[in-house]
């Protein structure tokens, strides 16, 4: 959408926006908003060839981790977490799990949000104290309602998904998931406008 054909706003602050500049934004953005499944993919396929050392690349670990919470039943939000858990590798190697919450906080429900901001934390059970760090950093959540979920989502998906003979699906299989789940927020400030432009 930075096809300067397009129809623009006038203003050079956003203190002396109007009526008329808003009607033009929010027209852009309901064309640009439904893209943003392709948008999310497009960006998890960066991760396809960078192996940092591990066993497989980080697209192929993704892949793993979902068709793996896939073929054990998971319903469609939670593999969809599950292949885009590690989508914030390329941008935030020192908090990739927040960046990717953050891409994610739209999409997902509590559960399924606070797994993929603590997953690090609890991954780090079986590698931690390798590195000089406690293994056991993830007891400090374990008031939390989510603990065991996240602790199974490493556990039985995360920790395994570093197989080279695994038989993982192909991106191209969650891709229509990613759209669906992706493609218009269940939380957002901006989802009564979305919403209503998906609805018409």
């Given at each position: ?31 640009f ?40 039943g ?5 593999v ?9 590798d390329?941008?935030g ?86 759209m669906?789940?992706?493609s218009?927020?269940?939380?957002s ?12």
């Open positions: 959408m930075n096809d300067m054909t397009h129809e623009h706003a006038t203003f050079r602050s956003m203190i002396d926006g109007t009526q008329q500049d808003w009607d033009i934004i929010a027209r852009e953005q309901k064309a908003a439904p893209n943003n499944g392709k948008r999310i993919l497009d960006h998890l396929k960066l991760l396809g060839g960078d192996y940092g050392g591990f066993p497989v690349d980080r697209l192929e670990h993704c892949l793993q981790t979902a068709t793996r919470a896939h073929r054990d998971r319903d469609e939000e939670y969809v977490m599950a292949l885009l858990h590690d989508i914030g390329t941008l190697a020192f908090n990739h799990p927040d960046v990717a919450a953050a891409i994610l906080k739209p999409f997902l429900s509590e559960e399924n949000l606070w797994i993929v901001q603590h997953h690090g934390i609890f991954q780090g059970h079986y590698f931690f104290h390798y590195l000089g760090l406690d293994r056991d950093m993830r007891d400090q959540f374990q008031d939390s309602p989510h603990y065991a979920a996240c602790a199974h989502f490493c556990e039985a998906y995360d920790a395994p998904a570093f197989d080279p003979d695994y038989d993982s699906e192909p991106l191209e299989f969650f891709e229509p998931m990613v669906r789940v992706c218009y927020p269940r939380t400030i901006y989802k009564k406008v979305m919403v209503e432009e998906a609805a018409a």
